[in-house]
């Protein structure tokens, strides 16, 4: 059954002559229903809205810049249970998915719950990892803007491409990742940027705060510095991910170990200690290479002697990432 609400909101918008408002019923309604897997009617109610000045426009596909897609939908594999946090951030990622999962609950107190949120850190520390988790969490499709197909050189480009990413997103429940957010989000105070930049901040940040909840907008940064004041107070949710502490890396160790099923003769302590300073994502490539080098020995491979090896060949890597 469709929600009470979205009918209700879809009544008065079409009692009102309330064009926009009936739009956003549907595509609330359509994703609703997508989300329980009704597609034929999801699809069906999108068609409604499709008919316009006497043509049909593709709203179920993903926007284009001619054969360039403006984003990228993403099959969500990681979860969230994979990931190596710090305990207060895992229970705040924990009450965010609950409330998604209770939101039903949450409506019924005229209550929504929170789509926005910002992750900041170093590089290679988990952010992009950590929007896939929660799309795989929340059972939703994952979107990735793409900048290169976003960002054009004409006036007024740029924010007419964002607002067709908004519109694809509004039509299903999903998580739509904007990734190096400050590309996009910098501080329009900054004397550097041009008028047309400013505009587009202006115009993100009005898009972003019109996307219903059941659409969650994940932004990540390199450098939060950049961004602009006004899209801190965007987020409701903001969580800094740091590089692995030595506790982490020994986390991380213990599950690499017995999800390959290799001993490598290495005490915790030491290998936290050797690769303390990495990020997660060089850390991956460490045991990367490792795995392959064991593959490549075959049966005759010793993991304890292939450890040892590929530690004095990253050694200077270790010394040169701690600076």
């Not at 290169?148 to 050189?153: K, L, Q, R, T």
């Amino acid at each position: 059954m469709a929600r009470a609400d979205l009918i209700l909101d879809l009544v008065r918008a079409s009692c009102l002559g309330d064009e926009q408002g009936v739009r956003k019923s549907v595509e609330a309604l359509a994703a609703n229903e997508r989300a329980k897997s009704h597609t034929i009617l999801a699809d069906r109610l999108l068609a409604q809205l499709q008919v316009t000045n006497g043509h049909r426009s593709n709203m179920v596909s993903i926007p284009k810049l001619g054969e360039i897609p403006l984003m990228a939908e993403k099959i969500p594999h990681r979860r969230i249970e994979d990931l190596i946090l710090e305990p207060h951030i895992s229970d705040t990622v924990r009450e965010f998915v609950t409330e998604h999962h209770r939101a039903d609950l949450l409506r019924s107190y005229n209550l929504e719950p929170r789509n926005r949120v910002l992750l900041t850190g170093p590089p290679g520390n988990g952010k992009t990892t950590l929007a896939e988790g929660l799309a795989n969490a929340l059972a939703v499709s994952f979107f990735v803007v793409r900048y290169e197909a976003v960002i054009g050189s004409y006036l007024g480009e740029t924010a007419q491409k964002i607002a067709r990413v908004m519109e694809h997103a509004r039509s299903r429940h999903c998580v739509l990742l904007f990734d190096e957010f400050d590309s996009v989000g910098k501080e329009r105070g900054d004397v550097h940027e041009t008028g047309e930049i400013k505009r587009v901040v202006s115009s993100l940040l009005l898009q972003i705060d019109s996307l219903p909840s059941y659409v969650v907008v994940v932004a990540a940064s390199n450098h939060p510095e950049l961004l602009d004041r006004a899209a801190w107070r965007r987020f409701q949710l903001r969580i800094e991910l740091q590089k692995p502490t030595i506790k982490q890396i020994e986390d991380w160790y213990c599950r690499f170990e017995k999800r390959t099923g290799h001993s490598f003769g290495i005490q915790l302590k030491e290998f936290a200690n050797k690769l303390y300073g990495l990020s997660f994502a060089e850390i991956e490539d460490f045991s990367n290479d490792l795995l392959r080098n064991i593959v490549i020995d075959g049966p005759d491979a010793v993991a304890k002697d292939i450890m040892r090896h590929q530690m004095r060949r990253w050694k200077k890597r270790f010394r040169a990432s701690s600076k």
